[in-house]
């Protein structure tokens, strides 16, 4: 019988594993509707409610104006003191120009499919690759915690072949579920950006990045899953591999944040994971510091920056793949099983 199948099954028959994957799927269908409900289709007749929507701020601004000049021409013809309430001279107080108060402000949202669909990609990676961190840890962990892993270790003696094959059918199984929900994911929005907005301009320059944002994160997913699964490996339990994450978040990142940011430290953002998951799959972010100021020569203060990249992320995460993969299959094959 083939190890690998035998795994797949496993992975298939856990209740754990279809239950966490499910409810990522269902948190993406969440967000798929709420974005659907959240936004309308713009057309003439909502162009002309922003229209007179627009057209009363403005009449409402003139007013308050006209109101707020009176009260100065009382003021000053009463001998009242001013307090630097009034300009010295009532004429100063003007209505805004009719342009001030902008149509567009007053459009209900509406979803630009060439414009928006490449940000929800990170919320589909996001969510994927947190079930994907949980289902790995689960399917090894749970073998080494039921004393499964040993019994198969009796059947198939090969320590480090087992736990690739392990790992093999769990990344099987972890794109066997996203590219079919990528692909509904992607039709999804599409019907959102038909119904509710506009699909104008998506060329085939843009499919081309929306493609490469996703193959991105379908490596961040495997990523993940994979480390999820090597560190449940090298702990011997879920536990480890979950505990590892919160300390990570809650000790890692905020609490790191914090004392960097008490201690003025520059751009803390770059020593927290979210920047460079981030910068993964937007290619790049520019982070600020705003203590530092670079005055222009024409006086405007610019703050410093840093720019960190997709490359800066890769480099991160392959060490982080090596170091959790490579410690999980030193202790395989090394330490005592039973």
């Given at each position: 019988?083939?190890?690998?199948?035998?795994?797949?099954?496993?992975?298939?028959?856990?209740?754990?594993?279809?239950?966490?994957?499910?409810?990522?799927?269902?948190?993406?269908?969440?967000?798929?509707?709420?974005?659907?409900?959240?936004?309308?289709?713009?057309?003439?007749?909502?162009?002309?409610?922003?229209?007179?929507?627009?057209?009363?701020?403005?009449?409402?601004?003139?007013?308050?104006?006209?109101?707020?000049?009176?009260?100065?021409?009382?003021?000053?013809?009463?001998?009242?003191?001013?307090?630097?309430?009034?300009?010295?001279?009532?004429?100063?107080?003007?209505?805004?120009?009719?342009?001030?108060?902008?149509?567009?402000?007053?459009?209900?949202?509406?979803?630009?499919?060439?414009?928006?669909?490449?940000?929800?990609?990170?919320?589909?990676?996001?969510?994927?690759?947190?079930?994907?961190?949980?289902?790995?840890?689960?399917?090894?962990?749970?073998?080494?915690?039921?004393?499964?892993?040993?019994?198969?270790?009796?059947?198939?003696?090969?320590?480090?072949?087992?736990?690739?094959?392990?790992?093999?059918?769990?990344?099987?199984?972890?794109?066997?579920?996203?590219?079919?929900?990528?692909?509904?994911?992607?039709?999804?929005?599409?019907?959102?950006?038909?119904?509710?907005?506009?699909?104008?301009?998506?060329?085939?320059?843009?499919?081309?990045?929306?493609?490469?944002?996703?193959?991105?994160?379908?490596?961040?997913?495997?990523?993940?899953?994979?480390?999820?699964?090597?560190?449940?490996?090298?702990?011997?339990?879920?536990?480890?591999?979950?505990?590892?994450?919160i300390g990570v978040v809650v000790v890692g990142q905020f609490?790191?944040?914090?004392?960097?940011?008490?201690?003025?430290?520059?751009?803390?953002?770059?020593?927290?994971?979210?920047?460079?998951?981030?910068?993964?799959?937007?290619?790049?972010?520019?982070?600020?510091?705003?203590?530092?100021?670079?005055?222009?020569?024409?006086?405007?203060?610019?703050?410093?920056?840093?720019?960190?990249?997709?490359?800066?992320?890769?480099?991160?995460?392959?060490?982080?793949?090596?170091?959790?993969?490579?410690?999980?299959?030193?202790?395989?094959?090394?330490?005592?099983?039973?």
């Amino acid at each position: 019988m083939s190890l690998y199948r035998t795994e797949l099954r496993r992975l298939g028959k856990r209740r754990f594993a279809r239950w966490m994957t499910l409810a990522g799927l269902l948190v993406l269908g969440a967000v798929l509707v709420g974005i659907f409900l959240t936004n309308h289709k713009i057309g003439p007749a909502e162009r002309a409610e922003a229209q007179r929507k627009a057209e009363r701020q403005y009449q409402l601004q003139v007013r308050q104006v006209e109101q707020e000049r009176t009260a100065c021409e009382q003021a000053r013809a009463s001998g009242q003191a001013q307090d630097g309430r009034f300009p010295p001279d009532c004429e100063m107080i003007e209505p805004p120009p009719p342009e001030s108060a902008d149509p567009q402000w007053f459009l209900p949202s509406t979803f630009d499919f060439r414009a928006s669909f490449g940000s929800t990609l990170t919320t589909f990676t996001a969510i994927l690759a947190l079930v994907g961190f949980v289902v790995g840890a689960s399917f090894v962990g749970a073998e080494w915690s039921s004393g499964g892993m040993m019994n198969l270790l009796l059947w198939r003696p090969q320590r480090l072949r087992v736990l690739l094959t392990k790992l093999s059918a769990l990344l099987t199984g972890a794109l066997a579920v996203t590219l079919p929900a990528a692909a509904l994911w992607t039709a999804g929005f599409w019907l959102v950006g038909t119904l509710r907005g506009t699909t104008a301009k998506t060329t085939s320059g843009v499919w081309q990045s929306f493609a490469l944002t996703g193959l991105r994160g379908l490596t961040l997913i495997v990523v993940a899953a994979t480390v999820g699964f090597a560190l449940a490996s090298l702990g011997r339990h879920t536990a480890m591999a979950l505990g590892g994450a919160i300390g990570v978040v809650v000790v890692g990142q905020f609490g790191l944040g914090i004392v960097l940011a008490m201690a003025g430290a520059r751009f803390v953002e770059a020593w927290l994971l979210p920047t460079y998951m981030l910068a993964w799959m937007d290619k790049k972010v520019t982070l600020e510091n705003w203590r530092s100021c670079a005055v222009s020569y024409t006086g405007e203060c610019k703050p410093e920056t840093l720019e960190l990249t997709w490359q800066h992320s890769s480099v991160l995460f392959a060490v982080g793949l090596v170091l959790a993969l490579g410690a999980a299959l030193v202790a395989m094959r090394r330490r005592d099983i039973a």
